[in-house]
């Protein structure tokens, strides 16, 4: 082929890449930041080496992600007077005019073999003290990672608690009209960024769920008619059935450990909560009971699991020892509750909740004993499948919306909310991934 018409195919393919990846890309906007917020400055982290200037604006991805935690409220770019990159450039009396409690500078620096060196600097304003003062490796291609690993470090300074910025997200998309439907498992980063799909297929999946070590996701396909769970290796692609019985096969839940998988079955004829070793693939019925059972997950020290069941007449959520026992209820207010997603620290549980065929997110707090506090965190009329951040801080949960369903992500506090909409189709099914390895 011609020099010049294989140098003309190339640039199509990859305008074509660009589009499409444009195109499964979740669009975030922070619909209600928190004004009330402690308030920070992130100054633009300017490119001090020799080469071309920057695609990526880290200071950009700094600032939406902390500005989306509700714990933060960063300064406008508008309104910042004064450009430091290192503390001999501070003006502290500049920034406590600014009335900033925090301010984040840093620069970029070439490093050896076409690598970057981000340095960065937060400092505490009132008392004009330097916090920390790191650097971090990186490649151009892979600034948005490092700006999301910086984020997490200033979040982490200041909180005393992890961040979660660099973090992924699972969810299911559907695109297209019938008979021409095609339904992905995707993988994104926590900010929507970065989306590759795990699996596409023209029937739909559902229940995407992260393995502890987040090399794997465990879900539902009906690729072969009836449901079957699958468990998937990320990096190689590599999956295996790992359930197709009889009945529904559904809502896989792996345990802390990895070792074990919760999940649905219905082959005894009513749908019960089962537990799967893994490494012998032998099951073990947990519940038994005429009612609906589903929707299992286990508490942090994977010593119970908890579920929905309408063996009270409506679904409410139970708690059962995950070696079997007599199972417990856990929730009455509200006349439906279902789909629990438990916070690490396992004094929070978020679940959706009906009232008068209105469905909402709300988080159930068991630290004050009895049956709890219930605090309401969507405005929908039809949210459901709540899945916390590892770190507490934020729950993502789908919505239908103007017929479409779309994702959001609200700080557990309820103060900031953030919807996630795919540019072509529908996204549901979300599932936070646990920390990445340090």
Do not use: C
């Not at 010049?4 to 199509?12: E, F, P």
């Not at 023209?202 to 996701?217: E, I, Q, V, Y």
């Amino acid at each position: 082929m011609h020099a010049s018409l294989m140098s003309r195919l190339l640039i199509l393919l990859l305008g074509l890449a660009i589009s499409l990846a444009s195109q499964a890309q979740l669009n975030l906007e922070i619909t209600n930041p928190n004004v009330a917020a402690r308030p920070i400055a992130v100054v633009p982290i300017q490119y001090q080496g020799a080469g071309m200037p920057l695609d990526t604006d880290i200071s950009g991805v700094i600032t939406a992600d902390l500005n989306r935690s509700g714990q933060f409220y960063v300064l406008e770019r508008s309104k910042i007077t004064e450009f430091p990159t290192r503390d001999t450039e501070v003006d502290f009396q500049e920034w406590n005019t600014l009335k900033q409690d925090y301010l984040v500078v840093g620069r970029v620096l070439d490093a050896e073999s076409g690598a970057l060196r981000v340095e960065f600097e937060l400092f505490d304003v009132a008392k004009k003290q330097r916090l920390l003062a790191q650097a971090v490796g990186a490649r151009a291609s892979s600034l948005r990672a490092t700006a999301h690993q910086i984020a997490d470090i200033v979040y982490e300074k200041i909180t005393g608690v992890r961040g979660a910025f660099s973090t992924r997200i699972a969810y299911v998309t559907q695109k297209g009209l019938s008979p021409k439907i095609s339904y992905s498992v995707m993988v994104a980063d926590s900010d929507g960024y970065n989306p590759v799909p795990v699996i596409s297929w023209h029937t739909p999946f559902l229940s995407p769920a992260w393995s502890p070590d987040g090399r794997k996701l465990a879900y539902v396909s009906f690729e072969r008619g009836n449901s079957a769970i699958y468990i998937h290796e990320l990096t190689t692609g590599k999956r295996e059935m790992i359930a197709s019985y009889r009945g529904i096969n559904g809502a896989p839940a792996f345990s802390p450990d990895g070792s074990k998988l919760a999940l649905t079955l219905s082959q005894s004829g009513n749908p019960e909560i089962y537990v799967m070793d893994l490494a012998t693939r032998r099951s073990t019925q947990l519940t038994r009971h005429y009612a609906i059972d589903t929707e299992p997950v286990w508490t942090q020290d994977g010593q119970f699991i908890i579920f929905t069941s309408d063996r009270a007449g409506k679904p409410q959520l139970y708690q059962i020892p995950a070696a079997g026992g007599e199972p417990t209820r856990i929730t009455f207010q509200g006349e439906y509750n279902a789909r629990a997603s438990l916070a690490n620290d396992g004094k929070l549980i978020a679940m959706a909740q009906g009232n008068k065929n209105v469905y909402r997110i709300v988080v159930l707090d068991r630290s004050r004993g009895g049956a709890g506090e219930v605090r309401e965190l969507s405005p929908g009329n039809l949210d459901e499948s709540p899945s916390f951040a590892p770190n507490g801080s934020m729950i993502l949960y789908a919505a239908r919306e103007d017929k479409r369903d779309v994702l959001y992500a609200v700080s557990a506090d309820g103060r900031v909310r953030q919807r996630l909409v795919l540019a072509d189709g529908d996204v549901r099914s979300p599932a936070w991934s646990p920390f990445r390895q340090r």
